[in-house]
Structures are given as structure tokens and as C-alpha cells.
């Protein structure tokens, strides 16, 4: 007589369930996505997602880190790939007027968005802290920019970084209210005519 086997929790691709806490988290943010709309969307239950992930802070810090090398990894690829500094701040704008608006994700940036109204400290510094590295990368890349001639001696890198972060920031919220790729891609191409330019040298001013 066959014996009767012990039920087993069922599996699930741990991969893929990172993938879908991700979108849940980046369509409603961090705060206003509970517990069962994770399971709901993950397709697992309450006890799988705590014994996979931990609690719901410790599965949103890791989705963080995935969405960095996924979605969000246009930025950092811009700054460190482009030759010129000019080259990197334009590509990083306009890499993400697509990426804001592609299909089949939720729209904008999921660092930004998630942060809207979060009420738990711990997460919201987190992201803070996040977004301010993100700062300091390119005004990193604007100095090295600086001290290779590419902008005028003198230049402001600090306003000009926060300047790329608000039009990155706006360009994030603009997709979210519905601007499409091409209407960002002009806001990218706008933002770019304010670049600083190095005087031109006149005949006879050398020496």
C-alpha cells in the first residue's frame, strides 16, 4: 500500500516573485503597498514571503538593490561610459525619458516614487540616502569634467548637479502624470542648451 507523501510548501522562482514585489512597490510606493498586496501579486503566501524575504522592509530593501542593476542602472552606465561630461549628463536625461516611459513597467523611477508619502523613518532615509549618492556620482563626474577643461574654470558643479537632479526628479513625475517619451526627451534636449561653455579664445589673446 503506497504511503501517503507529506505535503511540501509550494515553490516558487524567487527571481520572478523579486520581480513583481518590485512593480507593486514602484506602482503604489513603499508605504501604500501592504503585506497581501505583495502576496497577491508575488502569487505566495504570507508565510513564504516572510521565510524568503523577511518582513516587508527587508523584501523592499532588496527589490532597492535589484532595481539598481536592472531598471535604474541607465544612470550610472551613462556616467561611467560617456567620454565627456557633457556626453553623460545628456545621455543620462535622455536614457531616461525612455526608460520613464517604457511598456510593461510602471512609469518613472521606483527611488523617487517609492518615497512619496512614506511615514516609516528608516525607509525614507534609506531612500534618501540613495538618491543623494546618486547626487554626488554626478557631481563626481561634472568635476572630473571641470578639471579636464570640458566646462569653464569656475563653474558652479554643485548647482549644476542639482540642476540634472531636479530635471531628472521632474521628468520622473511628468511620466507618471502621463508626458510621453518624446515630450521628455525635449524637456532632456532643453535642459542640455543651458550647459556651460567654455569661452571661445579670440586671435591675439593667447600669451
Request: contains cysteine; charged residues 25%.
Amino acid at each position: 500500500m503506497a504511503t501517503k507523501q507529506r505535503g511540501r510548501p509550494r515553490s516558487f522562482d524567487r527571481e520572478t516573485a523579486l520581480e513583481k514585489a518590485m512593480r507593486a512597490f514602484w506602482e503604489n510606493g513603499y508605504e501604500a503597498t501592504s503585506v497581501s498586496d505583495l502576496t497577491r501579486e508575488m502569487g505566495i503566501g504570507a508565510p513564504s514571503l516572510y521565510a524568503a524575504f523577511g518582513d516587508k522592509r527587508s523584501l523592499f530593501e532588496e527589490v532597492v538593490r535589484v532595481y539598481g542593476v536592472t531598471h535604474g542602472s541607465g544612470p550610472g552606465r551613462a556616467l561611467t561610459e560617456e567620454p565627456t561630461a557633457r556626453g553623460a549628463i545628456a545621455r543620462l536625461l535622455r536614457e531616461a525619458a525612455d526608460e520613464f516611459t517604457a511598456p510593461g513597467h510602471p512609469h518613472g523611477c521606483l527611488v523617487i516614487h517609492a518615497a512619496t508619502n512614506c511615514t516609516t523613518p528608516e525607509v525614507e532615509q534609506a531612500l534618501r540616502e540613495q538618491r543623494g549618492a546618486s547626487l554626488a556620482a554626478i557631481e563626481d563626474r561634472l568635476r572630473q569634467g571641470l578639471d579636464a577643461g570640458e566646462l569653464p574654470p569656475g563653474t558652479d558643479t554643485a548647482a549644476l548637479t542639482r540642476f540634472v537632479g531636479a530635471v531628472f526628479q521632474g521628468m520622473s513625475q511628468q511620466s507618471r502624470d502621463g508626458a510621453s517619451r518624446a515630450e521628455l526627451e525635449a524637456v532632456a534636449d532643453l535642459a542640455m542648451t543651458v550647459w556651460p561653455q567654455n569661452e571661445p579664445v579670440l586671435p591675439g589673446t593667447r600669451g
